[in-house]
């Protein structure tokens, strides 16, 4: 699994850069509208399943 800090990251380099979007507006969008508005399909990968979810939680609890 791609790290999700360094994806977002990224994503929001790029939706501020060629959309004007600010972090609030990158943050409200789903994966799916920030795809169309970029010009690409959304992903197929499947989400994050209950473990790795756990795993991102507890990695990320203390800041």
């Known amino acids: 699994m791609t790290d999700f800090a360094e994806t977002a990251l990224r ?10 979007w ?3 507006v990158f943050w409200a969008a789903t994966p799916a509208e920030l795809a169309a508005c970029i010009g690409q399909e959304a992903a197929d990968a499947a ?7 756990a795993a991102m939680i507890e990695r990320d609890r203390h800041g």
């Open 11 to 20: 994503l929001s380099g790029l939706a501020a850069r060629a959309l004007g």
């Open 22 to 24: 600010t972090p609030p």
């Open 47 to 53: 989400p994050p399943d209950r473990a790795e979810i």
